[in-house]
């Protein structure tokens, strides 16, 4: 008798009776969908679930899906999942099994609002994948559901081996004909993950929570999800940072180049489709609050990119060759998806075997001999157009077979940057910001400082702190010594600034002349005060070889004052005026910043230790006294 009918051996260490059925109101399969299972394998199937967790986009927090995450396995016997996985891969059942569970989950994610433009991630045993007994099942439901086999993206790990008799690089290449998505699971954890990425070649790679975890305070781990960020790109692939839950590692992971972000922070997986969102707004304020001097880059990459439009995965032979017909200019077009994701190019190059054969072309464009758009698309390096522009052109730099880049927004196709449009970004932006940064120093200017203070003021769920610097006896000190000295005295400054608080996550900008400015974001106001005293005395130290020896013995220089009466100056120091911002703090205006800054600065010139510190609350309760 064969196998595929016979009742589930459980473990037999774990010897107990099935639950009696729950009533969980699980959608059961369509009729012919489900294969010939025993009944015991039935009830235990019927008895499964899956939970749902969202992957969203880490710019803006919209959904692009949902990974199904198979639940209750315990209330059946099981220890673990693996381990009924196992007991089904023993008994000859698992393709069954397999089949009826992708089912279910596609079932499930079918009425939810939007599926057919969003992802479902669905975890496949390596020793089922691409057998047909599996995939049927699900084929089924989703022509049944009207859904395309884009909206699946099979997970493959190398948990699982793959069977030895196969060849796992043309079991992909064979789903990925079919149009289904691969996704890289657990990278990271094994020691082949960087031979099945470049076999798979997937449309995901999902970064295993072992390098997530504390990833804001591990050096280590940042240059190695660094480097595996580089390399997907570089592949056209896009990156899902699993098992984020906190903010310092969701912060963490933006800044590196993830483009999707899964875990607990977001949502934590259910059962209940009624619970899960297609935006997740906390992620869009998160990314929002951090995305500073981003807004500029996004408009020039608006500015510069080529909006081809895209071919899509549907699309027949005959379409591709009356398009390139018609696009004289191109040798190249973009595909995408049904959800409107970018699948990859699909290059004239690559068509030349057909196009010059006598009777190539039709030939490719039979549908009796199989060739689809699928079978020609070539990988392309992909960047959120979010994506400061230097990481773009690394992305393209890092590919010396690139057309360019097609650029996302929410994952979706919004057009495409070659070369000579890269370039073009990068130096618009080079102009923009030489625009607006001191020609001396080389720091932002008033523009950038102007942005700064609007963002702080903006945003009341983090405490701010803006440092106003501004030098004591300089005229006099340049009056004596020449405008080149005075200069070398500001260089020297910017310089001990940009030593001593970038490391502290400043943001610095130079006002004009001796005036410097400085912003930091959630740090306590005793702490930026400790690191402004430290700049103040460390040049008032440096500052003192730029005097004569005479003079900086007698701690002092004679020149005139601005009347022009001869008197004594000493030597170079600077006055800090720091007024802190805190958290849930009422209407402002970077006006009303400006005359308190000003008003504490000169008290901070009055005052022995040259330092002036007050928070916006305390300073507007003193004016209104």
């Not at 064979?174 to 997937?202: C, H, N, T, V, W």
């Not at 807004?295 to 398009?323: C, H, N, W």
């Amino acid at each position: 008798m064969s196998l595929l009918y016979m009742d589930p051996v459980l473990p037999a260490a774990r010897p107990r009776p099935l639950p009696a059925r729950p009533s969980r109101g699980t959608v059961p399969l369509p009729l012919g969908v489900a294969p010939r299972l025993g009944k015991s394998w039935t009830d235990i199937l019927d008895k499964l679930d899956f939970a749902f967790q969202p992957i969203v986009n880490i710019h803006t927090g919209y959904c692009c899906g949902y990974e199904a995450l198979l639940r209750h396995t315990d209330e059946v016997g099981f220890a673990s999942i693996g381990d009924f996985f196992d007991c089904c891969h023993a008994q000859g059942v698992l393709p069954g099994v397999e089949g009826v569970l992708l089912a279910k989950a596609a079932l499930k994610f079918a009425p939810l609002p939007g599926a057919s433009k969003l992802r479902l991630f669905l975890n496949v045993d390596n020793r089922t994948l691409g057998v047909q007994a599996t995939l049927e099942p699900l084929k089924a439901v989703l022509k049944e559901m009207e859904l395309t086999q884009t909206c699946i993206a099979f997970e493959v790990s190398e948990r699982h081996p793959f069977p030895s008799a196969s060849d796992p690089a043309q079991i992909i290449r064979d789903l990925k004909r079919d149009a289904f998505k691969i996704a890289i699971d657990d990278f990271g954890i094994g020691f082949s993950g960087l031979q099945l990425l470049y076999m798979a070649e997937p449309e995901y790679l999902k970064i295993d929570r072992f390098f997530i975890t504390n990833i804001a305070t591990d050096a280590k781990k940042k240059l190695f999800l660094t480097h595996m960020v580089n390399v997907a790109h570089v592949m056209g692939v896009e990156v899902i940072a699993e098992g984020v839950e906190t903010e310092q590692e969701f912060f963490s992971c933006k800044d590196i180049g993830c483009d999707l972000v899964q875990g607990f922070m977001i949502q934590r997986p259910t059962c209940s489709v009624e619970e899960l969102r297609t935006h997740y707004p906390s992620v869009e304020d998160l990314s929002r609050r951090e995305r500073r001097h981003r807004g500029s880059d996004q408009k020039i990459i608006f500015e510069q990119i080529e909006r081809l439009v895209p071919l899509t995965a549907d699309s027949d032979m005959r379409t591709v060759f009356t398009r390139f017909r018609d696009s004289k200019n191109h040798n190249f077009l973009p595909v995408v998806d049904n959800a409107g994701e970018p699948m990859g190019l699909i290059r004239e190059r690559d068509l030349k075997e057909f196009t010059y054969s006598t009777y190539g072309k039709e030939i490719i464009c039979n549908k009796n001999f199989g060739y689809k758009i699928t079978h020609f698309i070539a990988r392309c390096p992909i960047a959120d157009v979010h994506t400061p522009a230097e990481k773009i052109l690394e992305i393209f730099s890092a590919n010396a077979s690139s057309e360019g880049v097609i650029i996302v927004e929410n994952m979706k196709y919004v057009g495409f940057l070659g070369a000579h449009a890269l370039l073009k970004v990068i130096n618009e932006k080079n102009l923009a910001f030489a625009r607006d940064q001191n020609p001396l120093t080389k720091l932002p200017g008033n523009g950038i400082i102007h942005g700064l203070v609007t963002e702080a003021l903006a945003d009341r769920d983090n405490a701010y702190a803006f440092v106003y610097f501004d030098f004591d006896n300089f005229k006099p000190f340049n009056d004596k010594y020449g405008f080149r000295q005075g200069d070398r005295a500001i260089l020297l400054f910017a310089e001990i600034l940009t030593r001593e608080l970038i490391s502290h996550g400043a943001s610095l900008g130079h006002v004009g002349g001796d005036d410097f400015f400085a912003c930091f974001k959630g740090m306590d106001g005793a702490e930026v005060a400790v690191l402004t005293h430290a700049v103040s005395l460390q040049f008032r130290y440096e500052v003192e070889s730029f005097y004569e020896a005479q003079d900086r013995k007698l701690g002092y220089i004679e020149a005139q004052d601005r009347e022009g009466r001869e008197r004594r100056f000493p030597l170079l120091t600077v006055s800090a005026a720091i007024l802190e911002l805190p958290s849930a703090h009422g209407p402002s205006t970077v006006e009303e910043i400006g005359w308190l800054i000003a008003e504490l600065k000169h008290q901070a010139k009055a005052s022995p230790d040259k330092l002036c510190q007050a928070s916006l609350i305390t300073v507007r309760s003193s004016a209104l006294a």
